[in-house]
Every structure is written in structure tokens, then in C-alpha cells.
């Protein structure tokens, strides 16, 4: 009995699918449950859509992804990496929150396979010296485009409200730096996640920082939580502006009354302009497999799994997939992407990474920063309240 | 500063009012039947989802959702409770782990349904500020759900000492035996006292739905932090739910005015401990006594 | 001397258990505690035993001041104790609830010592079954004099150790701890309701009343006095 | 005899069959790395829980500062990686003397004050980032070494450690148990008036079997640290190290010396190889439902109920 029970269990997880001759297979380790799983999601369908959209347009060769939930933990993670290996996966995409990537990308590396994300912006994870490791976003290229509209606005003090949360205290330490070397004032108010009642923040900052601009480094939860209790104290600020997750339309739809003239770095506008035939297949078929307007996770993720797949498809057809084409592929040219070039150093790190800020106006998501981008001009000075 | 201070303190008082609803129920079922219910927090979360669906797919009020909320929720509370009747051995460790796993399964069926985005209430009114002596600042929701707080604190209290149930209820949780002679049966009042608790949960869901934001993970934090403050009040002891709710809710706010926000965490379980190591049984627990 | 209290009270709030009591035990003593229901016997030995407080006066053991002494080292220097309602050590067996009781109330092992204890206590048969479960009444009593005996006591405090037991059972007990004093040397402070077992056992009784000792004195003397019949008669119920 | 038997070919099935079986397949044996993390965790949770009659929700504060303090040691102090291991445990087991007002505290008292203490050293390892690098972790702390030619910095090495340490914790509960000082344990929480006149000094015993938990849970703190090379106060200090033990030990039956290690290998790895098979995500649902069903149909835990299957004698079942 255990030993049918045993043999069973050995086949259910280490069935390995008999793969095509041209089928790529692809890993994808994701976190679809536990905390990070709001995030997990929104990488989760732009990756289907860049298989989906690979699958039509290459002719050639098609990708299987294997999707496998990392529930948040990092050594789920390292087993989901270790997993989609037995099974047969060429390079490895998906991954949120540093740490969960760190693990994850160590085990990628000693599997000689590529991992490719968007997920993770600490610093650090490009610094381990590994060779397979690539990223498209960096805590950089966040802080950079805050600091970026921050001089385009001529903003001098700000109170600066981050979680101290891994990401995001990087994120907000980045910020500081610059607008301090830039001979600016900021105030730090760290915050523990947990937190829901920001008002006696807001009251210090209403009362004691009196700053130009309020900058919130969090997450969705988190800026709802600060732009009320902004709304009920209304401090006396020119504008306001935070990082991911809050200029998208889904914000708008969920949360409208808070949104208005709230900043927030964004990749692409809403509605969105899809000029290039590329970026119009993207929308398309996002639309057509989620039946919704594609937002930053899901262009991130599209992006980070169409690279790979290219990269993939290239070093399969020039025979070096075990000897490091791939990484090769993705790191000797530059990429025309949705969100920009993409330029890898030899750490892995998108050195071209910029995030694009936008703004929520009346319904529709400008671009507003850097200015070659701009799809409309900036409402300043300007908040929700 | 002065204004900061106020301004604080009644930040804390309306916030441990609203930390109240949240311990009520679990403070309940913990004081009559010595069950920690660690599903509490699932339960005040599910209230809050069927908030959420009656307001974005009906457009209905949060608060107009509260008789749903109380069907679903108390049912629910009281399948928790007959399963638990079911358990024959070690009552009070296994409870434990029933309604831990009970809490997972919710987590999971929440996630499930409505899915890992954050949720919270679009209604404008509950978010208007109010402005009291134009220096005191708060959302409508936050004084309407601090003004029941009390209210339903004081009417669990009443409930629990005057009222012939709540009477059966205390007979029963300090002798079964005694009260099945005394003509009470022990299952109903305690089945009685699972659905309160559900009503309770009711009423907080709504609560955090109408001032918070809520995402199927929040559900485990909420139980924590109930059952920080019933500790903290001394089992069985309603007033005392409401005070160390309050004691939590002006410390975390102190904290953040006068310290850090990144601190209010440390500052509460600080706050927490040491009070129950001056005193053991927590704010209003009985003393045991030999002798 | 072995155990001297001096103008010992003990009081929970307002209520006065124990109140000004004086007495002493000498080795090898037997001596008996009587009086009716709720006199304070109990919290007497509790006193002793270091389980409450005493509000007032002094207790010596040995020459110790116990008003220091935790309730856990009084065992050490001698005061052993068998509860009214047998209180074994649940879920281990039999003989590792003497192992404890020697362990922890003389700080070695002595495995000898332990086999004569069960032997004594008509125990052995059941050395390595769960105390709290597999014994009978009698069996449990045995062994709380048992745990007693291991932990080498120089007074034996025993608290209605013969309640509920039949005849037989009694006889048979009062040998076992007949047979505990003539091999160990033990003092023995028994509360005890039967008063003919005190008249038969004991050398000396003290009769306590409303917390107040009232008589002390050989069993002849003891129970010709009026106070003491006074106590009974007035005041008992059981 | 039987027993011996049983307990050779128990591990030389864990030592030789599963590398033999498994060995080439770093996924099955992650998993099972991972299961015999939470195993050791619940050892150490049982052995206060059982013996000292105390149930802690706090333990994840153990194994954090076990982590933190071994991976610190190996980075700064270029302390190697298996004496840190072993200081990562002394240090979670002075840590353990702070969290000793508690034990005066009963029942969910003392499981929350513990919960207290947990949370509080996650902010502090948050805050203290001089030597904590904050929230931002620590990234590539050392791996596990290479002795005599085998790596224990991969999978299987890992394995071997991480067996190796589980069945110490195991044998050190047993040393325990069986002493005088552990039988007296056993019997205080339901027994404590009798074990107090008998001598027995109920708060030093506590207190040092709080000490001999946390230097434990310590260990396989300090252990996971260099096994998954990173650690971030969320994580080292979450407190899914504490439920995932609770649940482990009290499912295989946290009164006997293996059910916790039975639990957490059947939990885990059920909840992994089978369900996470049958329902990619959410398969904690399951879980959740399986961990309800054991309590009601076993409320003993799992090893007692299949001890009480085999044999006749139901009330050996708490003795095995």
C-alpha cells in the first residue's frame, strides 16, 4: 500500500511531460498564494500573455510554461526552481519580493539556467556576482524617477512615508540620498506594514514638516490608508507621489475619490496608447486572456517573459543552450521593449531601467515625466484633497 | 505640539473603540468556554467580503450589509462550534489547531472568491472627515463604528451579567454539570454564544470594510491582535475589552506621533507585557486563590 | 524538637483559618490533628507544607525557620506530606513517581530504597503502570504515603489518609504505616475523622476548633474533655 | 527489542534509502529539508509544551535570533559555518533568559507573552541596522562546508545535517524525559501541588527546559540560515516557524517523542508532494481540512491513534 502510495506521489510530481523537439519549456515560479500573491497574479498573466503572443508570432518554436505557486516562502521558491528543473525547464522567469528572488536566483545559478524577473529591487541582488542572474526593474530606476519629477516640478522639502518593508525602505533610502545630495529636505516616516491609521503621520507631517511634496514608498493598501487620512488633515502640500502599484487604472476603478493628481511611476499611460504594432499585439491579446486593460505588473511581466523566450529560442537554434547562450543572448544587444530599451550589464542589471511617472487625471493616466514621454502636462500643484 | 498630542490620543481612543469590536467575539467565546477561537479574524474578514459584494454588486450601504453578514458569519461560527463539540480529548490544545485549520481554509476560500486585491469601501460618506474644536480630525466611519464599539460592548456586558441567558452562560462556563441540574442545557447556551460572537464579527467586518482596506491575508493579524487584547483585558472581562483595546489604541497612536510609526508594533507588545507581568491575569482576570 | 509552632495564624482576607496555634511534634512522635469539618486542619498542614502563608507566628523545623523556606525545600529538610484526596503524579507509572519524590526530596538515587517502599506499600505488583489511571483507591493512598516515604521524611503529615476506606482496608493500612515508622523512623502528624484509629495509633492529640487549638494531650485525656465533646457534638456535622 | 529494531531500520532508511532513492533529485530533497526544519522545531516546541506545560506561540523568536546570530558570526566574525550553527543556539538560548518573567504566566498568558517577544525582536531586527542590515537582510551568508571531499552546502549535504540535527533534538528529549528532572516535568501541570511537596523546584525546571527549547529551535534557526544563505527579519522571525511546529507537533501527538517529527513530515510533505499536485494553488485548503479531521478523529494526535491500532492496550498509547 505505502509503496503505491509512494510510486503515485513520485509520478504526480515528477512526471516529466515528454517535451516536443521544438517545444521550449520554460519555468515560472510565482507566488499565487500568501502575501505576495496580489503581485504574483499580475506578473503571472503578463508572462501567459507573452507565451501566448510568442507562440503566434514566432513560426518557429513554440514555449510550454510551467507555472508552479512559490506561496510566498522562499524556500518553496528554491524547491519550485529545483522542480521545474527536474521537469525539464531551459531558463526560469517570475519571482516577487527580494526575498524570495535571492534564494530562488542562488538555485538557478548553481543550476547553470537563467533567472529572469521584475520582481526584485534591492540593490544587493545584483551585487552576488552571479552570471544567469537578470532583472528588467531596479530599486533605482524607481527612486530615479521620483527624484526626476521631483526637479521637473521644482520641489524642494518633502516628507518622505516608506514601509519598512525590504523593497520598499530600499526604495525610500535610494530617494533620500538623492534629494539630499541635491541639497533638498526630507523627513522620514518609516512605518511598520501592519499599520492601518496613518493619521498621526499626517498630522506631523501637516503640522511639523509642512513639506512641498509628500512621497509614500508601500503598497496599494498602504497609499489608500495615507491619501484618507491626507483627505481628512489635509496638509498643506503641492503634490503627491508614490512608486508602483498606484498610478494604474485599477486604483482609479477601486478607489476614485482618492486618486485624483496622485503620482505614481507607471510604464505605459491609460488609456492606453498602443502605437507600435508590438504594443498593440500586447494589448490585444492581454485583453483577449483576461478580459482587462493590462497594468504594470502585467507589462512587467510580459516583458521579462518575452525576453527570455527570445533569448531561449535564440540559444536553442545556435546549439548553446548548455553553454550559457542564453545569457549570452540576453546580455550582447539591446532589447526594444514596452516599457524602453533593455540594456543587461554583467550583474544582470537593466543599467536603462527608468521608470516613467505618471499621473491620475480625472480617470485617465498621464505620463507626465521624463518629458519625451509626456502624454499630457502635469496638474501642479495638485492633490487629491 | 499640543494639537499633535490631542490630535493623537483621540486617533487612539477611536481606534482602540474600533480594536474593541474586533476582540469582542473572540473575548466571548474565550471567557465562557476557554476556547480560543482562531478564526476569529477570518470570520470579521468574511464579513467585511460580504460587505463588499453588497456594495459593489448591489450597491448597497456596508452597513445595509450587516443582516447578511450576521447570517453567514453566525452560521458559520456555530459550524465551528459543533465541530469543536466534537473533539473528546485535550479540548483546550486541540481547539487550537481545529480552528487553525478552519482559519487556513477560510484564508484559501477567500482568496478564492474574491481574489488577492485589496478591497475597501467606495461609499463616500464613511470617509468624510469630521472636524471637531477645528483641531481634531476623523473619518465619519471612525466615529460611527468608535459610538458603536462602546454601545455593543455595553450591551455584551449587560447581556452577560443581567439577562437570564448570558446568567446561563457564566453558569455554565464555571460549572456544566451543576447547570444541566439547574434545568439549563449547556449546548444551547453555548451554541447561543458561538452566534453572538458571529454577530460581533459582524459588526466589525463591516468596521474594518467601511474605514480599512481588506486582502484575503489580513485575517491571521486581526485574530493576533484580538486576542492580544482579550489577554490583555483578563479573561471574561468585557470592560476590560474595552480598555485594553483603548490602552493599545492610544499607545500605537502615542507612538507614532511622539516616536515613530515604524515603532508602534515594539511600543504595544512592550505595553503588553508589561502589564501582565505586573499582573498575571491581565487587567480584569480573577486572581486564583489557594486555600 | 522536631516541629515547633509558635502563635501561628493564618488568614485569607478577613476569614481566620488557623488562629494562634502552638504546638510542637518530637521525633518518632505519632500524634493526631481532630476536630470538626472546617476547623483548619487542612490549612494547618498547608502551613506546615508551605502551600500557604501564615499571617502571623513562627514555624521551626529541624532548627530551620521555615517562614524562608519554598514550598519545594521543605521536602528537603524532612516534612513529607500525603494529601487528603490522592494526588499521583499523572501520566508517569507508579514507581516513577517515587523516583521523582526521591529524586527532587533527597537530591540522589537510591533504586534499593525505592523497591523497599513498594514492597512496603504492597505496590511492587503494580511498579510500572500509569499511577492515575490503574490504581484503586487504597492503591493511591499507598502510594501518596509512598512518594512521602521516598523523599526521606523526618514527619510524615498525613491528611485523612483512611477516609473511604472499609475496615479491612484500614487495618491493613494503618500496618503499612506501622511498618513505615519502625523502619524508616518517621514522626507521624496524622488529621484523621475516626476516632477510635487516633485512640489506637496515636500518643498524643491535639483538637483544633473554629482555627483554635483547644485541647492537647494523651488520646484518655483528650476526649474526656468537655470543650472537646462540646466541639463535636455542637458543631459536627459529618 | 522490537523497538531498536525498528529505530536501526528507521535510520538506515533515512540515512542510506532516501539519498539512494532521492539523492540525484535536489527537489525531493529541498522538500524534505524543509519538512525536517519544522520537524526539529516541533521537537523543541513539544519538549516545552509537554514537559514544561507550556504552550508557546513565540518560538519563531528562538529560531530568528538563532538565524541572525549564526549568520552574523560566519559574515563578521568569520566565525566557520558549524561552530556558528552551534553559537547561533547558545546565543537563542541566552536570548531565552530575557523571555523568563514569562514563565510565571499559564496557559495562552504565557502563549501570547512569547508572541510578544517574537514580534518585538522581529521591529528590533528590523530597526538595529547596524547589525542587521534592517529589512534589507542578509544576502549569500555562508554555505554549508565542504568536508573530507563532501559538500554539505548542497541538497543532500543539507539532508544530512539537518537529519543529523533532528534526531539529536530527538535524543536529547528522550535524555530528558527519562530523567528525573523530566518525569517531574511531566507530571507538573497536571500534578503541581504534588510535585511541589514532594520538592520538586517547578520554576528552575521550567526555566531550564525553556533554555534547552530556545537553544534548540536556536539550532535549526541557525541551520536554516546557511542552508537558504539569506535571511530578512520577516522572514527569520515569522511566525509560521512557530504555527507550522504547533501544527506539526501536536497533529503527530506532541506528548510523544516522535509524533512531532512525524507530523511535520507527513504535513509537509502530503501538503506539497499530493495536495499542492491535486490543487496547484490553494491547496492549503486541504490542509486546513485535514488538520480539523485529524483532531476530531484523532484528538490525540496521529501517532498515538496508529500506536492504538496496532496494539491492544489503549493506555499505552500516551507511553510509546
Known amino acids: ?80 526552481i529545483e522542480r521545474l528543473n527536474a521537469q525539464g525547464a531551459l531558463a526560469f522567469t517570475g519571482g516577487y519580493g527580494s526575498n524570495i528572488i535571492g534564494p530562488a536566483s542562488d538555485a538557478a545559478e548553481r543550476l547553470g539556467k537563467v533567472y529572469m524577473t521584475s520582481g526584485g529591487v534591492a540593490t544587493e541582488l545584483s551585487q552576488r556576482g552571479l552570471k544567469t542572474f537578470f532583472r528588467i526593474s531596479n530599486a533605482t530606476g524607481y527612486a530615479k524617477a521620483l527624484a526626476g519629477l521631483s526637479d521637473t516640478l521644482d520641489l524642494q522639502s518633502f516628507s518622505l512615508i516608506y514601509s519598512t518593508r525590504e523593497s520598499t525602505a530600499e526604495v525610500a533610502k535610494l530617494l533620500e540620498e538623492i534629494w539630499t545630495a541635491e541639497g533638498k529636505k526630507v523627513t522620514l516616516h518609516p512605518f511598520d506594514p501592519s499599520i492601518a491609521d496613518f493619521k498621526p503621520v499626517l498630522h506631523k507631517i501637516k503640522l511639523q514638516d509642512r513639506p512641498e511634496a509628500i512621497a509614500m514608498v508601500g503598497y496599494e493598501n498602504d497609499y489608500v490608508g495615507i491619501i484618507r487620512a491626507a483627505k481628512v488633515l489635509k496638509p498643506d502640500a503641492k503634490a503627491i507621489m508614490g512608486t508602483w502599484s498606484l498610478a494604474t487604472p485599477k486604483m482609479w476603478q477601486d478607489f476614485p475619490d482618492l486618486m485624483n493628481n496622485v503620482y505614481g511611476t507607471a510604464p505605459l499611460p491609460y488609456p492606453a496608447q498602443f502605437n507600435t504594432p508590438e504594443e498593440q499585439t500586447f494589448a490585444e491579446a492581454y485583453k483577449e486572456m ?6 504594470y505588473l502585467g507589462i512587467f511581466g510580459y516583458v521579462q517573459g518575452l525576453l527570455l523566450f527570445n533569448a531561449v529560442a535564440e540559444a536553442y537554434d545556435a546549439g548553446t543552450l548548455n553553454s550559457g547562450g542564453v545569457q549570452d543572448a540576453l546580455r550582447k544587444t539591446e532589447h526594444d521593449t514596452l516599457i524602453g530599451k533593455v540594456i543587461f550589464d554583467e550583474s544582470g542589471d537593466n543599467t536603462n531601467f527608468a521608470h516613467r511617472m505618471a499621473q491620475h487625471q480625472d480617470g485617465a493616466v498621464a505620463i507626465v515625466w521624463p518629458k519625451e514621454s509626456a502624454t499630457a502636462e502635469a496638474r501642479f500643484p495638485a492633490v487629491p484633497w | 505640539m499640543f494639537d499633535l498630542v490631542a490630535q493623537s490620543v483621540f486617533s487612539g481612543l477611536l481606534a482602540g473603540a474600533y480594536y474593541a469590536l474586533i476582540a469582542l467575539g473572540l473575548a466571548l467565546v474565550f471567557g465562557t468556554m476557554r476556547i480560543i ?157 458561538f452566534a453572538v460572537a458571529g454577530l460581533l464579527a459582524s459588526i466589525a467586518g463591516i468596521a474594518l470594510y467601511s474605514g480599512k482596506v481588506i ?48 515603532l508602534q508594533g515594539l511600543v504595544s507588545m512592550l505595553l503588553f507585557l508589561i502589564v501582565l507581568l505586573v499582573m498575571p491575569s491581565g487587567l480584569f482576570g480573577r486572581t486564583r486563590r489557594r486555600g | 524538637m522536631l516541629l515547633t509552632l509558635d502563635h501561628v495564624t493564618v488568614a485569607f482576607g478577613g476569614l481566620v483559618a488557623v488562629s494562634d496555634v502552638s504546638f510542637s511534634v518530637s521525633e518518632h512522635e505519632v500524634l493526631g490533628l481532630v476536630g470538626p469539618n472546617g476547623a483548619g486542619k487542612t490549612t494547618l498542614f498547608n502551613a506546615i507544607s508551605g502551600l500557604v502563608r501564615p499571617s502571623k507566628g513562627k514555624m521551626t523545623f529541624c532548627g530551620h525557620d521555615l517562614t524562608g523556606i519554598p514550598i519545594h525545600k521543605r521536602a528537603r529538610i524532612g516534612i513529607g506530606r500525603a494529601f487528603q484526596v490522592p494526588q499521583p503524579m499523572h501520566e508517569l507509572t507508579v514507581r516513577e513517581n517515587l523516583i521523582v519524590a526521591q529524586h527532587f526530596g533527597t537530591g540522589h538515587s537510591n533504586p534499593g530504597k525505592i523497591d523497599e517502599i513498594l514492597d512496603l506499600t504492597r505496590l511492587g505488583h503494580k511498579a510500572n503502570r500509569d499511577a492515575a489511571s490503574s490504581l484503586a483507591l487504597t492503591e493511591q493512598k499507598a502510594l501518596e504515603v509512598g512518594k512521602a516515604l521516598a523523599t526521606n521524611p523526618r514527619m510524615l503529615m498525613l491528611d485523612e489518609v483512611l477516609a473511604g476506606l472499609e475496615t479491612n482496608g484500614k487495618r491493613a493500612f494503618m500496618q503499612t504505616l506501622d511498618d513505615a515508622r519502625q523502619r524508616f523512623g518517621v514522626a507521624l502528624l496524622m488529621v484523621e475523622h475516626d476516632i477510635e484509629t487516633i485512640s489506637n495509633t ?30 463535636y457534638t455542637g458543631g459536627e456535622t459529618a | 527489542m522490537m523497538k531498536y529494531l525498528s529505530l536501526i531500520i528507521i535510520l538506515a532508511g533515512a540515512y542510506l534509502a532516501v539519498p539512494l532513492q532521492f539523492g540525484g533529485n535536489d527537489y525531493v530533497i529541498g522538500i524534505v529539508v524543509s519538512a525536517l526544519t519544522i520537524a526539529g522545531i516541533a521537537v523543541a516546541w513539544a519538549m516545552l509544551g509537554n514537559l514544561g506545560g507550556m504552550i508557546s506561540f513565540g518560538h519563531s523568536a528562538f529560531f530568528g535570533v538563532g538565524a541572525y546570530g549564526s549568520a552574523l558570526l560566519a559574515m563578521n566574525a568569520g566565525l566557520p559555518v558549524f561552530p556558528s550553527i552551534l553559537a547561533g543556539g547558545v546565543i537563542a538560548g541566552v536570548v531565552s533568559i530575557l523571555t523568563m518573567p514569562t514563565l510565571r504566566l499559564r496557559g495562552p498568558y504565557f502563549a501570547l507573552a512569547m508572541l510578544a517577544f517574537a514580534e518585538i525582536f522581529r521591529i528590533l531586527a528590523i530597526e538595529m541596522r547596524w547589525l542587521t542590515n534592517g529589512s534589507g537582510g542578509l544576502l549569500s551568508i555562508p554555505r554549508l562546508p565542504t568536508v573530507f571531499g563532501f559538500d554539505f552546502g548542497s541538497r543532500l549535504g543539507g539532508y544530512f545535517v539537518v537529519l543529523t540535527l533532528v534526531l539529536l533534538t530527538v535524543f536529547v528529549y528522550w535524555l530528558i524525559r527519562n530523567r528525573p528532572e523530566g518525569l517531574a516535568l511531566r507530571a507538573m501541570h497536571d500534578s503541581e501541588d504534588a510535585t511541589l511537596v514532594v520538592g520538586v523546584n517547578a520554576t528552575r525546571l521550567k526555566a531550564a527546559v525553556l533554555v534547552v527549547s530556545a537553544f534548540l529551535t536556536g539550532i535549526m534557526g541557525a541551520f536554516n540560515a546557511h542552508y537558504i544563505n539569506f535571511l530578512e527579519p520577516d522572514y527569520a522571525f515569522n511566525g509560521s516557524w512557530t504555527t507550522l511546529a504547533i501544527v506539526a507537533a501536536i497533529f503527530g501527538g506532541y506528548k510523544t517523542l516522535w509524533g512531532p517529527v512525524a507530523g511535520a513530515l507527513i504535513v509537509y510533505l502530503v501538503d506539497q508532494f499530493v495536495f499542492k499536485a491535486i490543487m496547484p494553488s490553494g491547496h492549503q485548503l486541504i490542509l486546513g481540512g485535514l488538520l480539523a479531521a485529524i483532531v476530531i478523529f484523532s484528538p490525540s494526535g496521529l501517532l498515538p491513534w496508529l500506536a492504538s491500532r496496532f496494539r491492544k492496550e489503549a493506555g499505552d498509547a500516551a507511553h510509546p
Open chain 1, 1 to 80: 500500500m505505502i509503496a503505491r502510495m509512494i510510486s503515485s506521489v513520485l509520478a504526480l510530481t515528477l512526471g516529466l511531460g515528454a517535451a516536443n523537439a521544438d517545444e521550449l519549456i520554460i519555468g515560472s515560479q510565482i507566488p499565487l498564494t500568501g502575501s505576495a500573491a496580489r503581485a504574483g497574479m499580475g506578473m503571472n498573466e503578463g508572462i501567459q500573455v507573452a507565451a501566448k503572443v510568442f507562440n503566434e508570432t514566432n513560426g518557429k518554436h513554440t514555449v510550454k510554461v510551467i507555472t508552479i505557486d512559490d506561496e510566498s516562502q522562499p524556500a518553496k521558491a528554491v524547491a519550485a
Open chain 1, 290 to 295: 483576461h478580459n482587462k486593460e493590462p497594468d
Open chain 2, 37 to 193: 477561537n482562531l478564526a476569529h479574524g477570518e470570520l470579521v474578514l468574511l464579513a467585511g467580503y460580504i460587505a463588499y459584494t453588497a456594495e459593489s454588486r448591489f450597491g448597497l450601504d456596508p452597513l445595509a450589509a450587516l443582516p447578511a453578514a450576521i447570517i453567514i458569519v453566525a452560521l458559520t461560527s456555530v459550524i465551528i462550534y459543533l465541530l469543536l463539540t466534537r473533539i473528546r480529548v485535550d479540548r483546550e490544545i486541540n481547539s487550537l489547531i481545529l480552528t487553525f485549520g478552519i482559519a487556513i481554509m477560510l484564508t484559501n476560500g477567500i482568496l478564492m472568491i474574491w481574489s488577492a486585491d485589496i478591497r475597501s469601501t467606495t461609499s463616500g460618506w464613511y470617509l468624510d472627515s469630521i472636524i471637531i474644536g477645528d483641531t481634531l480630525f476623523a473619518m465619519n466611519t471612525e466615529i460611527l463604528f468608535a459610538v458603536i464599539g462602546v454601545l455593543v460592548v455595553g450591551a455584551v456586558w449587560w447581556w452577560l451579567s443581567k439577562s437570564w441567558y448570558g446568567r446561563a452562560l457564566r453558569a455554565v462556563s464555571s460549572n456544566r454539570d451543576a447547570a444541566k441540574l439547574m434545568g439549563i442545557d449547556p449546548r444551547t447556551t453555548e451554541i447561543l454564544s
Open chain 2, 215 to 262: 486582502e484575503p491575508s489580513l485575517g491571521h493579524s486581526l485574530t493576533i491582535k484580538a486576542f492580544i487584547i482579550t489577554v490583555l483585558a483578563g479573561l471574561g472581562s468585557v470592560p476590560g475589552v474595552l480598555i485594553g483595546a483603548v490602552l493599545i489604541g492610544v499607545a500605537e497612536s502615542l507612538t507614532a506621533t511622539l516616536w515613530s510609526s515604524a
Open chain 3, 202 to 231: 496515636c500518643q498524643r492529640v491535639l483538637v483544633l476548633n473554629f482555627g483554635k487549638l483547644i485541647a492537647d494531650g494523651s488520646p484518655e485525656e483528650v476526649f474526656r474533655n468537655p470543650e472537646v465533646i462540646r466541639s
